[in-house]
């Protein structure tokens, strides 16, 4: 079974893109506290983004931290995380995205995704967004389809009574 070991967040939502936060993870739960406001969505966000490369609301121009804050033209915003895949294999992936202030508007783009394993030969073996479809390999190497991470594991509260739906809108999630 696989299990999520480190996260770090740069540059995300509230997290200051000039210096990263580092979060472990214990086996077999983490519970995550804090006062409202503190991050505490924007690190299950980032975990979805790390894992399906879905972020909040499908909206990536607010999940980046405001260059307008940060009183700069451009912000990078930066998730890794750390991880054992379904064959106890030691991963890492990272995503970085840029968000760019113009005049009056703000663009936001993936500037790189990289998987990073440890081969059979104890060498790590990294793989950029333009050899492999990412968001595929991270179904692979969870274990996991990719209808059960949206709908059940980073199923958000407000849409978490759909398995008492009909029967038909549940056959649509899966």
């Known amino acids: 079974m ?3 070991k480190k996260l770090e967040i740069r540059g995300l939502r509230s997290y200051s ?3 990263p ?3 472990e993870f214990v086996k077999p ?3 995550i506290l804090g006062h409202n406001g503190c991050g505490k969505t924007t690190i299950i966000e980032c975990l979805k983004f790390a894992c ?5 609301s499908g909206n990536m121009g607010h999940f980046v931290h405001s260059p307008k804050l940060a009183d700069e033209y451009e912000v990078k915003g930066q998730v890794k995380l750390e991880f054992k895949d379904h064959s106890n294999v030691s991963t890492l992936v990272s995503r970085i995205l840029v968000t760019t202030q113009k005049a009056k508007t703000q663009t936001t783009k993936t500037l790189d995704q990289t ?3 440890i081969g059979e030969d104890k060498k790590m073996v990294s793989l ?3 050899c492999i479809d990412l968001n595929k390999e991270m179904i692979r190497c969870l274990g996991v389809s990719a209808s059960v991470l949206t709908n059940v594991i980073f199923c958000h509260q407000e849409d978490s009574l759909w398995p008492l739906s009909e029967g ?3 056959k649509k999630k899966f």
């Open 17 to 19: 893109p000039n210096k």
């Open 128 to 130: 950029s967004m333009r």
């Open 2 to 4: 696989s299990y999520v």
């Open 29 to 31: 739960v983490t519970l």
């Open 115 to 117: 998987i990073s394993r």
């Open 168 to 170: 038909s809108t549940v």
């Open 21 to 23: 936060v580092y979060m």
């Open 52 to 56: 399906t490369g879905v972020g909040p």
